[in-house]
Each structure stands twice: as C-alpha cells, then as structure tokens.
C-alpha cells in the first residue's frame, strides 16, 4: 500500500509562485512514476506534469517553462515548482504515482489534495 501526501497549496496573487511536495510512504520504489494532476471546478482532471524513476519529465503545453516537476527518491518525495502562476492555474492538485511489478502489474495511487488559488 502507498500513501500520498501533498503540502504546499495556497493563495497566491498572479505572477507569484509556490512549491508543492508530494511524500510518499509505502512500498514505493525508485522506479514508480510519479506526477501531478489538476482539476479545476466544472473540468476534468488533467495532468500537469509527470517524472519518471530515471528523471526524464513531461509536461502539459499550457505549464511548459513555468512549472518544473523534480523528485527525491531518498526521501521518496515528488516536488512541483510553479513560477508565473496565473489564474487558470488554480485548482486542486492531486499527486499520482504509478507503481509497476517485477510481474508487470500496475497500480495506481493518488493524494488527497491540496488547493492552488492564484488571485488578486
């Protein structure tokens, strides 16, 4: 079992920034994929941005250059640094980690939220 704790949401006037983080506990591996996704009222929850266990990072169009996703895997955590945020940014974000087997089965774990609101 896997459990997933984000930290790091508030409110923040636009062009500001702020740094989420994402713990995990559990039996989580240097290799699990981990990610960030979003959902706003009235939409469908989206990705943001996603690393894999070797580092390599993908991100959504409307976040690129604004946003870096990176992560600790000594401390089993998963950070989102977000920089020029707008108001369409906010949202309630949701860390994800995708753990795959040795036997190929996936599983799939989610945090329970944390609220990003980017206002004047």
């Known amino acids: 079992q896997v459990q997933l704790v984000e930290s790091g949401g508030d409110l923040v006037q636009p062009g500001g920034s702020l740094r989420l983080s994402c713990a995990a506990s559990g039996s989580i591996f240097s290799g699990t994929y981990m990610g960030w996704y979003r959902q706003a009222p009235g939409k469908q929850r989206e990705l943001v941005a996603g690393v894999t266990g070797g580092g390599v990072t993908n991100y959504a169009d409307s976040v690129k250059g604004r946003f870096t996703i990176s992560r600790d895997n000594t401390k089993n955590t998963v950070y989102l640094q977000m920089n020029s945020l707008k108001p369409e940014d906010t949202a309630v974000y949701y860390c994800?980690?995708?753990?795959?087997?040795?036997?190929?089965?996936?599983?799939?774990?989610w945090g329970q939220g944390t609220q990003v609101t980017v206002s004047s």
């Open positions: 994800y980690a995708r753990l795959t087997t040795a036997t190929a089965q996936i599983y799939n774990y």
